[in-house]
């Protein structure tokens, strides 16, 4: 089969990109894939033009277990950095005399500690409408939650966002008021790897803005997302 | 946002970035990316799958090729969704190529699939240009054409397995399916209105 003649390609590749492509005709166009641009470049064209079909729905939140079964299929040591203990830096430092050794030592080891246990929560609130909203990330050893405003909000004068950590069982915990656009940094009581622990989801609702802390939530439920952990 | 992104889907620069860090093997950014994207990759394999289970465990097959293969997204050639979609649903038509299923292929309509512009924030309908320029088109298919197509992409049915849901003869369906792709690719490159 002739692949240079420009109609045939487009044929082909759209074709191959609906499905109807098959047997060795569609074997015979996928070996040549790689090797050609003008095949690539066709393909792509009508992966761009028959995705929007699919990308279309409405999305669906997989359960919990997915995330998991994930992360369990990916190796942890699959990554570039080397443990600290491989490195050369501590034992210079280590060689270097007295107080300055310590502390060259202990910044690499904070900066190794981070590197090796890069746990993170992350969780992407949407609106009812499936709508990514917010994005909330946290480090397991730290004391701040960022949330990131994705579309900005109106509440209207004398109401305020406030984020909820969803446990899965027992009540909702208040976590912090969330300005309507841009970036906020929530600085939580304890440890976040302990706050978060066994909760499922994270939700924000519209609640009136008192000046102090609501107890629990009152008012509409705006956002809602589960809440992942990176490892 | 630069003006260029009106026509893409939601955070694509964001999912783009991602996956570059992905390829440099940061989990945290494979977290966020999971987070953003897993809700409509799950909607795509339920819709092809029409199977919780069997959709979870293509789900899971696709997001660990994400992970592996996202040192080979190329930017320049395709939007980070395209990409993500079209490794999800080719893990998807795998598992019903494996099925072989001669089960029965409920009727469905591409549009269904489309949800109403109305109840969503301007911005977001505004970033889902594509989705408008493929309903206007989609639109202009004679409903036989529509249907042919929709079985195809999101059933895997080959020519004569359309022609045998549809009960019209092969060369039928086949020159269906051909003017409803040329029909989408004249319209979509002049960029909707339908007919």
Known sequence: MKYERPELIDRLASEFVLGTLRGAARRRFERLVPATPALQEAVAEWEERLMPIALALPPVTPPPAVWRRIVAQIPVLDRPHSPWWDRINVWRGLAITSVGALSFLFVVHEEAHDQMFPQTYVAVLNAPAGTPSMLVTAKQVGHTLTVKVLAPIDVGGGRMLALWAMPNSGRPMYLGAIEPAGVSMLHVGSETGRILRGVSSLAVTVEPDRGQPPQAPSGPEVYRGPLLEST | ?195
């Not at chain 2, 440099?24 to 909607?43: D, I, K, V």
């Not at chain 2, 092809?48 to 289970?53: F, N, T, V």
């Not at chain 2, 649903?89 to 269904?112: H, I, Q």
């Not at chain 2, 020519?159 to 792709?181: C, M, N, Y």
């Open chain 2, 1 to 195: 946002m630069p003006a260029d992104s009106a026509s893409k889907f939601p955070h694509s620069e964001r999912v783009a970035w991602l996956l570059g860090q992905i390829a440099l093997g940061s989990r945290e950014a494979f977290t966020e990316l999971y987070a953003l994207t897993g809700g409509l990759l799950f909607a795509i394999a339920l819709r092809i799958l029409r199977d919780r289970h069997a959709a979870e465990e293509a789900l899971q097959e696709g997001f660990v090729k994400v992970w592996r293969q996202a040192s080979s997204y190329v930017a320049a050639r395709s939007k980070p969704l395209t990409w993500m979609a079209t490794v999800v649903r080719n893990c998807c038509l795998d598992e019903l190529r494996r099925r072989n299923s001669a089960a029965e292929v409920p009727a469905y309509d591409a549009l269904e699939a489309i949800p109403d512009e109305s109840p969503t924030p301007v911005e977001h309908a505004a970033a889902n240009a594509d989705v408008r320029v493929l309903r206007e088109c989609l639109e202009g298919l004679e409903p036989v054409q529509q249907q042919a197509l929709t079985l195809a992409f999101f059933q895997g049915l080959s020519h004569s397995e359309v022609a045998q849901h549809l009960a019209q003869p092969l060369g039928t369906v086949k020159s269906h399916i051909r003017r409803a792709l040329m029909w989408l690719q004249r319209c979509m490159q002049r960029g909707g209105h339908g007919r």
